[in-house]
């Protein structure tokens, strides 16, 4: 199993510029999360999605929209890109709530915007 | 909505020697988890403690739980170099349906 994978790793983005970033997971995980880590500050969940075609907002939803059309994808949006939105993306699974269940990260989107 | 927090921020010690880190956290809970994050890699999850429970191992892992003090400790005992990464606790948030992670403690050990 290849667990929790990101595409891109890498990306570099000019201001105003859209992009997609996808991450899909093998394990049949019920639930999946959007997170974003800055320098010296724990992670910060964006959006999250309770199972396929529902999505819900996280605690810094804002700039950015996700859709869960398939159960293993799980996508992150930017719309109109902002150099506040340089930071670290982190998709994360698990089987059920959280809450109760260990989550299963990728390795991760480093993502620049100037 | 910031539930957890670790203390102390950063750690350094000797191989061999024993790491404590402490998360507080502000609410009721159901139960607490630990993660460590190697630098540049995603977080991987340690141990999970539930409300219910006051200390769990797991290998040279101790985690305790006092829900009355709302504090956890992860302890490592005998550390080696490849322990260094930084730990984050991770609790509901205030509404009870988010995962929230406090800011980390970042463990160097040193050979």
């Known amino acids: 199993n290849a667990g929790v994978t990101q595409t891109p790793k890498f990306r570099v983005l000019k201001t105003g510029q859209s992009m997609t970033l996808l991450c899909a997971q093998d394990?049949?995980?019920?639930?999946m999360y959007w997170y974003r880590q800055d320098p010296g500050m724990g992670l910060r969940l964006i959006h999250y999605s309770v199972g396929e075609g529902t999505t819900a907002k996280g605690e810094v939803p804002d700039g950015y929209n996700v859709s869960r059309l398939k159960k293993q994808n799980f996508l992150l949006g930017l719309e109109s890109a902002a150099p506040s939105q340089t930071s670290v993306y982190f998709c994360?699974?698990?089987?059920?709530?959280?809450?109760?269940?260990?989550?299963?990260f990728g390795p991760g989107t480093r993502l620049t915007v100037t | 909505s910031q539930q957890g927090e670790e203390d102390p921020q950063a750690l350094s010690i000797q191989e061999g020697e024993n790491a404590t880190m402490n998360c507080s956290y502000k609410t009721s809970i159901n139960n607490l988890q630990w993660y460590r994050q190697n630098s540049g890699r995603g977080l991987v999850h340690l141990i999970l403690?539930?409300?219910?429970?006051r200390e769990k191992h797991s290998g040279r892992l101790r985690v305790t739980l006092d829900t009355s003090k709302k504090s956890s400790s992860l302890l490592i005992t005998a550390s080696r170099a490849a322990d260094t990464a930084s730990y984050f606790c991770?609790?509901?948030?205030?509404?009870?349906?988010?995962?929230?992670f406090g800011p980390g403690t970042r463990l160097s050990v040193l050979p």
């Open positions: 403690i539930r409300s219910n429970e």
């Open positions: 991770a609790t509901e948030d205030n509404y009870g349906q988010n995962f929230v």
């Open positions: 394990m049949n995980h019920e639930y």
């Open positions: 994360a699974s698990s089987y059920f709530t959280a809450q109760t269940y260990e989550q299963y």
